[in-house]
């Protein structure tokens, strides 16, 4: 459901958020992710790869939506 409803979100004319944007936004509220101390530089790069790659994630999802969760009748 979540994932129809950020489709319906990018769709939306009025909106100006693209898939990529939207994805950016949610990724950290659907992976709770933690690097720890923020103080280093080592954490603070940890956390930025971190971003981008749930991000990554998250349009992937996003961007597969229909075909996930599928059985295919053969298996039914």
């Known amino acids: 459901m979540l994932l129809d409803f ?3 979100v990018v769709k939306e004319p009025a909106n ?3 898939a990529e ?8 509220n659907v992976f709770l992710v933690s690097s720890g ?7 603070m790069d ?3 790869k971190l971003a981008v790659a749930t991000s990554k994630i998250t349009l992937l999802l996003l961007d597969n939506r229909n ?4 059985v295919k009748r053969l298996l039914l």
């Open 67 to 70: 075909s996930l969760w599928t």
């Open 46 to 48: 940890r956390e930025l």
């Open 6 to 8: 950020l489709d319906k």
């Open 21 to 28: 944007n939207v994805a950016m936004v949610i990724a950290p």
């Open 16 to 18: 100006k958020m693209t």
């Open 37 to 43: 101390s923020r103080n280093r530089p080592q954490a």
